[in-house]
Nanobody, 116 residues
């Protein structure tokens, strides 16, 4: 059974940082393409960042709205996916989910609130 559990969300002031974690189990994480998506209140799901296992190294991509501020990473030995979020803005407020590309499996999400 595919299981994804996100954690690390919280309340942070504008300009602050948070690190989200996603614990994966039930599938071959090391060879799986993964992504972070988010959903703000009243808005559709938005893609944030992806991590692909390339031939020689990991390939990462980012939405323009987070490029230069967020960093996706993974620890294949621990089956963990991370999202380091810096210079947070109020527009980053959302529930963040990690998602498996292959079947769209998603965790329960973790709330990130950016507010002063």
């Amino acid at each position: 059974e595919v299981r994804l559990v996100e954690s690390g969300g919280g309340l942070v002031q504008p300009g602050g940082s948070l690190r989200l974690s996603c614990a994966a189990s039930g599938f071959a994480f090391a060879s799986s393409a993964m992504k972070w998506v988010r959903q703000a209140p009243g808005k559709p799901l938005e893609w944030v960042s992806s991590s692909f296992h390339g031939i020689a190294s990991n390939i990462t991509t980012y939405a323009d709205s987070v490029k230069g501020r967020f960093t996706i990473s993974r620890d294949n030995a621990k089956s963990m996916l991370y999202l380091q979020m810096n210079s947070l803005k109020p527009d980053d407020t959302a529930v963040y989910y990690c998602e498996r590309f292959q079947d769209g499996s998603r965790g329960q999400g973790t709330q990130v609130t950016v507010s002063s």
